[in-house]
């Protein structure tokens, strides 16, 4: 079950991909991370699935992450008379409190906080962009517009506002009961939708504390405008190209894409391009051109992991689609100019121990071309800022923490290794060349390059970069490593 290559998968489970069979052939084809999306789907179901991850996981004797989707608000209009209403161009519509069934001069928008964010002038979207309107005037309990881009408007259709932060949380009362029972089964990651300001990962992080990591979701444009601090207080990111790309012109996505790409890497947090990969594979075995050429992208600009979402979900080919999404990554990272371009994308460590340490140990892979690099992690900090560097070797993570190895399996160029923790630098030598050597990343006589933290088991403590070359005669693997056992 290792990997050949550096950046990961991540693929949603649903009604195609729910089966023990089904869900261990997606594992073995490539997917690192299983997504747990919280808007479908009964709490029974998810936890039937996540019972399924845990005992594959067992099986193959590989580390696998789960993140749990939160739904976040869902912003609708109400019920249309007879199902639906056809809005022309240029005529007035007005959205108000009223529950009343609406018809071609207004609707039901049950969402008081729109009203009390509106500016004349602010245009609203409806069912993901089809219907734009222009706010003309409002007040609390209602909106009066005129209809830009016409068209049919059926019943509980979504709203967007774009340029406007609106005065909610992005944890709903459904949310808080999804989050936690997801936490109550052990979730690594939180995916944490509807994210406007700091102020929400921070909400966030108040309720979940260390139990799993949390990942924003750059969904709405106000995020942008705080993308640094948003990327700083969160653990990872997910550029959510669905929700972005409905409240901002299409051209502007893929701009966005790369920066917060470039955020994320400088930040030393994993991200996730996702949304619409490999969107033809629902219906179709093959990928378009367009779209394969959408995954290289991300994967040339360093993205950590790419995700499929209805395509392994929902659709006809959820393992044809993992398959060719493996082999995408792996023709792309054997491009010489691959490796090009992530040097060139790479920013400047920060002034401090942990960053030297990790900086140089890119600069001893590249001169000494290591087997491996074994990084002794408690938390996941020491990984993931040696992730940030995008070493040429590979990254084996050595976690006493089963936790954390299945929250690492997402992080670019990391292998998780759960193993017993070690009480001196000469026996952390000696397991990280057993390792190496174990799992196929080394032959005797290799040399691997290993950093730790002294003294042992203090997060944030990297301080440490030791080369060593595995013996012609290796002892056996010490006790403990890679034993799947949870915490």
């Known amino acids: 079950m290792r990997r050949r290559r550096s950046s990961r998968i991540l693929a949603t489970l649903g ?5 023990r069979e089904q869900i261990c052939k997606l594992a073995e084809a490539g997917v690192d991370v299983f997504r747990l999306n919280f808007s479908h789907g009964s709490h029974e179901d998810h936890a039937e699935r996540l019972r399924l991850i845990r005992d594959i996981e067992t099986e193959l004797g590989r580390p696998i992450g789960v993140l749990m989707d939160l739904q976040g608000p869902k912003l609708r209009v109400g019920k249309m008379a007879a199902g639906k209403v056809t809005l022309e161009a240029g005529r007035p519509f007005r959205l108000d409190l009223d529950p009343a069934e609406g018809d071609v001069h207004r609707a039901s928008l049950p969402h008081p906080e729109i009203f009390a964010a509106l500016e004349v002038g602010t245009d609203l979207l409806l069912d993901d962009g089809k219907l734009r309107l222009r706010v003309d005037a409002f007040g609390p309990d209602f909106a009066d517009t005129t209809v830009l881009v016409g068209g049919t408007l059926s019943d509980r259709k979504g709203v967007n506002v774009p340029g406007v932060v609106l005065p909610i949380s992005p944890l709903t009362a459904k949310d808080r009961a999804d989050l936690d029972f997801g936490l109550s089964l052990g979730i690594d990651w939180v995916a944490l939708s509807f994210v406007q300001r700091p102020e929400d990962i921070r909400e966030a992080r108040e309720l979940i504390g260390d139990r799993a990591w949390i990942m924003a979701k750059l969904e709405k444009p106000a995020a942008i405008e705080h993308l640094d601090e ?4 969160a653990d990872g990111v997910m550029v959510a190209r669905g929700d972005l790309g409905v409240e901002l ?13 470039r955020a994320a890497r ?11 990969m ?6 179709s075995p093959v990928p378009t051109r367009a779209e394969a050429s959408d995954v290289a992208t991300a994967i040339y600009d360093g993205a950590d992991a790419v995700m499929l979402s209805a395509e392994s979900a929902s659709g006809l080919y959820p393992l044809e689609a993992v398959t060719i999404m493996d082999r995408i990554i792996g ?28 900086s140089a140990l890119r600069r001893v892979a590249e001169l000494l071309e290591p087997a491996a690099t074994v990084a002794f992690t408690a938390s996941g900090f020491s990984c993931l800022r040696a992730s940030r560097e995008r070493p040429a070797a590979p990254i084996l993570a050595l976690t006493p923490s089963m936790a954390t190895a299945r929250r690492l399996a997402l ?3 990391v292998h998780p290794v759960p193993f017993e923790d070690v009480g001196d630098v000469g026996e952390m030598v000696e397991h990280a060349a057993s390792a190496a050597l174990t799992l196929g990343f080394a032959r005797p006589g290799d040399s691997v390059v290993v950093i730790a933290g002294l003294p042992f088991g203090r997060s944030g403590s990297t301080n440490l970069l030791h ?4 013996p012609s005669t290796p002892g056996a693997i010490p006790a403990g490593l890679g034993n799947m056992r949870p915490d």
């Open 266 to 276: 400088a930040a030393g947090r994993p991200v996730v391009v996702a949304t619409q």
């Open 230 to 233: 948003i990327v700083a207080l």
């Open 278 to 283: 490999l969107e033809s594979m629902i219906t």
């Open 467 to 470: 080369v060593a070359r595995i």
């Open 411 to 413: 992080a670019w160029g």
């Open 331 to 358: 023709e792309v990272e054997h491009d010489p100019a691959w490796r090009a371009a992530l040097e060139a994308s790479h920013t400047a460590a920060q002034a401090n121990t942990p960053d030297a340490i990790c």
């Open 15 to 19: 009604p195609a991909s729910s089966s």
């Open 249 to 261: 012109p299409p051209q502007q996505v893929p701009v966005l894409q790369r920066r917060i790409v």
